[in-house]
């Protein structure tokens, strides 16, 4: 795409080309937020992960030769082809770090947007699987809600470069190069769109919706499904903890965890009743074994009342005594909760009643601040205010729909099944971030009750920018064998390379 007109402002450099805008803006000298849109202005919609602005006092140049334009802080410089608008990325030094086929590395499909439409006429089926509780919508029908974007952005790596990031998945890969990934939430996939790379770079694409990575000798590239626009930031390090600085500084800082969470956490399926949990404390404690944490998992409510916030009065009759006497022990409790319900709990009633539910009328719209706002109200007057410790914040992806079945199905499949599910509840263009905001729900609520206990979130799905609630992501139910610890330690580096710190899996 040949460049038209380029103009220089004080916020960046906005470029014309014959099909589009590009935009380059200099976060800092060592990130540079990229933009391309076909549309007449760029989308004014805020970003769910990146949080702050571009630092004012970044000092940048723009140069023009016969063939290039040339952007440049102190530590970047991107060359533009003035035929193809082909990016050349390089350090001060003139080194190249990488760069796009010469031919260009941005491509904008231009897409009807798709969203459910629950009337009248839907149904509803509740079922259980070995995940828990899952209500299905039924004659949902589908409407054209808006137009957006296929998005593609692609990279001529180079021969020895290793890649690193995207989150944690489950086939232990390390290095990413050879490999094709797709990325969407599920049970043991969480997502982080985030490469690092061994020439010391780093890419971070601000996109929500289902992605795909993709690297082999016919291309390489990071695929967004719906977009209103191509969105990504360029980071130079070169150390790879410089370019996790930068992350961090854009999309916000990671809270000291407690000293405990960083100990030895037990959890069975299940513990079920009070008496039964100090029990095992004890029974450690008189063993001297090591124990910081003990969880309750799931059923803590009363009969099949799944996802309610509250403890069974029978089987748990004094909370408030249990954690004292857990902390006499110096052991924290944690506590499962899920964003899905089961219908006829007081939580589901009072979610339902004030219309902050999803489509399939059990699990809680946290894109809604006023849902995030009485979901976590429900939680401190059922849970957090008998002293509990922390949060087992279960299911965040929070659909999925191959979680059965004797056979694993194709990676393509299992994309098609699970993105498809989550597309008919959330919009397409924000499938990969309930995690987040649920995250963010729990976080903000518990510190605004109070600031004497620091937060503790488990949860099982992951964004970038998620780390500034205190989230830990774990791997999910992996199988407890060591074929499968082994490729958990190259998923747990993978993920923290993205910048998100907190990272743990099942041991047995």
């Avoid at 795409?1 to 200099?26: E, F, V």
């Avoid at 459910?116 to 509780?133: I, P, Q, W």
């Avoid at 959890?267 to 090591?290: C, G, H």
Wanted: charged content about 20%.
């Amino acid at each position: 795409m040949p460049i038209l007109n380029h103009t220089r402002q004080p916020d960046g450099l906005y470029i014309q080309s014959d099909q589009g805008w590009l935009a380059l803006t200099p976060y800092t000298s060592r990130m540079i937020r990229v933009r391309y849109t076909l549309e007449p202005t760029f989308s004014a919609k805020s970003s769910l992960v990146a949080v702050t602005e571009p630092e004012t006092a970044v000092s940048f140049q723009v140069h023009e030769t016969p063939d290039n334009l040339i952007f440049s802080t102190a530590e970047v410089t991107i060359n533009i082809n003035k035929n193809t608008a082909a990016f050349t990325y390089l350090d001060n030094q003139g080194c190249v770090l990488t760069k796009e086929p010469d031919r260009g590395g941005k491509t904008l499909e231009k897409i009807d947007v798709v969203v459910s439409v629950f009337d009248e006429a839907t149904t509803l089926e509740s079922r259980e699987n070995a995940d828990g509780v899952r209500v299905d919508a039924r004659n949902v029908h589908q409407k054209v809600d808006r137009q957006a974007y296929h998005t593609k952005l692609e990279f001529e790596w180079v021969d020895g470069e290793a890649l690193y990031g995207l989150g944690s998945h489950e086939e232990g890969m390390f290095n990413l190069r050879g490999q094709h990934q797709y990325l969407y939430q599920q049970n043991m996939k969480a997502v982080v769109p985030v490469l690092l790379s061994t020439r010391g770079y780093g890419i971070f694409v601000d996109s929500c919706s289902l992605m795909t990575f993709h690297d082999d000798a016919y291309g390489s590239y990071l695929w967004s499904d719906v977009d209103d626009e191509l969105d990504y930031y360029f980071i130079y390090g070169p150390e790879f903890d410089q370019i996790v600085g930068q992350l961090r500084q854009l999309t916000g800082p990671s809270p000291m965890l407690p000293k405990w969470a960083f100990g030895y956490v037990q959890s069975k399926e299940r513990y079920v009743t009070q008496a039964e949990l100090i029990e095992i404390v004890q029974e450690y404690r008189q063993r001297q074994l090591p124990l910081d944490c003990i969880v309750l998992d799931w059923k803590s409510w009363t009969g099949d009342l799944w996802g309610q916030k509250t403890f069974d009065p029978d089987r748990f009759p004094a909370p408030n005594q249990m954690t004292k006497d857990l902390h006499k022990l110096n052991a924290r409790l944690m506590v499962s909760i899920w964003p899905i319900m089961q219908s006829g709990g007081d939580n589901w009633k009072e979610l339902n009643e004030k219309g902050l539910l999803l489509g399939n009328q059990a699990t809680y719209d946290a894109f809604n601040p006023e849902a995030r706002a009485c979901y976590w109200q429900q939680a401190n007057n059922g849970l957090f205010s008998h002293g509990i410790d922390a949060w087992w914040t279960d299911c965040t992806e929070p659909f999925e729909a191959d979680w059965k079945g004797a056979i694993k199905p194709e990676p393509e499949e299992r994309m098609l099944i699970n993105a498809g599910e989550a597309k008919r509840y959330l919009d397409p263009e924000l499938i990969n971030a309930y995690s987040l905001l649920h995250s963010e729900g729990i976080y903000t609520g518990q510190r605004q009750v109070t600031a004497e206990k620091r937060v503790v979130n488990l949860t099982r799905s992951a964004s970038l920018g998620q780390q500034r609630y205190a989230a830990i992501t774990w791997s999910g139910d992996v199988a407890a064998n060591w074929q499968t610890l082994r490729r958990q330690i190259a998923d747990g580096l993978n993920f923290c390379a993205t910048g998100v710190p907190y990272w743990t899996t099942d041991i047995g």
